[in-house]
């Protein structure tokens, strides 16, 4: 099972660690189910820019970026060559020990779970 490392561009959030995650679910997926706050408009449906993270570790072992996911990076705040969107982030390698860093969610309006 997959390990996926948390931490925030806010710095009154502690870095959080989720173990045994599944395959096939994207990064966003886990934010949900592990009560870490990931904003997101679209539904999961790479429409909007809302979920953007950087990955700092363990891109390989997630599915590659699609040209649609990039364009909505462009969009997204401060994207950076580790930018993806949580939606679209699927964990593919069950092995994987993957960084996250969550930018800083203040200045997103969007859905908050």
Do not use: W
């Not at 679209?42 to 700092?56: K, N, P, Q, R």
């Not at 982030?89 to 860093?101: G, M, N, P, R, T």
Request: negative net charge; aromatic residues 4%; hydrophobic residues 40%.
């Amino acid at each position: 099972m997959a390990t996926v490392k948390f931490t925030f561009e806010d710095p009154s959030l502690a870095a959080q660690i989720v173990e045994n995650v599944e395959t096939d679910i994207s990064i966003l997926e886990v934010t949900e189910d592990n009560g870490i706050h990931l904003n997101h408009n679209c539904g999961e449906v790479c429409a909007c820019s809302t979920c953007h993270i950087y990955v700092l570790a363990g891109e390989d072992a997630l599915e590659e970026i699609s040209d649609k996911e990039e364009d909505f990076i462009d969009r997204a705040i401060n994207p950076r060559l580790e930018s993806r969107l949580g939606c679209q982030a699927v964990i593919l390698d069950k092995d994987a020990v993957i960084e996250v860093k969550i930018p800083n969610q203040s200045g997103i309006i969007g859905h908050e779970h």
